[in-house]
């Protein structure tokens, strides 16, 4: 199973659940005998830890080598959070980390992939595949999408049918 759940989603009733989530790596923290990585994917971001009492050594030492923008699977339980965080929906709970996979590896991106970014916009636009990845984006991609949904679906009720001709060269 790729997941079984979003990043976007897991509350304390989700307490105690064994959960598969995936997603890109925002930013990691390393304490040496405890790390915490915040997993983003389109719906949201859950924090994850690895804790060197609980967590495998060799899941530890993958989860030492992440970087900006790793693709990664993990596998753990949801646990409540000792400093929660009001400002994430996911703020309450952290996923205590038991299996960790590396999808795929990444350069350090050229700019942060958060709201507010440090790249300009020759930079961004250069690279738009991340920019896209950022919330204002993204949300004006889905805005958009179900805007042009209803318009779609409107005209269908009238009986319009759409035609996509081939372009003429």
């Known amino acids: 199973m ?17 959960v598969t989530l995936a997603g890109w790596v925002q930013k990691t923290r390393d304490k040496g005998f405890m790390i915490w990585v915040d997993l983003r ?3 949201g971001i859950t924090q994850l830890i690895f804790d060197e009492e609980r967590t495998p050594a060799t899941v ?16 753990g339980k949801v646990i409540e959070r000792e ?14 980390v038991e ?7 990444a350069l350090v991106p050229p700019f942060t992939i ?10 961004r636009m250069k690279y738009r595949y991340l920019d896209i990845r950022r919330n204002p984006v993204k949300n004006k991609l889905v805005f958009r999408h179900k805007v042009t949904m209803e318009v779609r ?3 269908s009720k009238q009986d319009f049918v759409e035609v996509e001709t081939p372009y003429l060269i």
């Open 2 to 18: 790729y997941r079984s759940h979003t990043n976007g989603e897991l509350r304390l009733s989700h307490k105690e659940e064994m």
């Open 41 to 43: 994917d389109r719906y």
């Open 60 to 75: 530890m030492e993958k989860a030492k080598s992440l970087g900006r923008e790793f693709v990664i699977q993990i596998k």
């Open 83 to 96: 400093s929660k965080n009001a400002n994430i929906p996911t703020g309450d709970v952290e996923i205590l």
């Open 99 to 105: 299996e960790l996979e590396v999808l795929n590896q």
């Open 114 to 123: 958060e709201d507010k970014t440090d790249g300009g916009e020759d930079l």
């Open 153 to 155: 679906n409107f005209l």
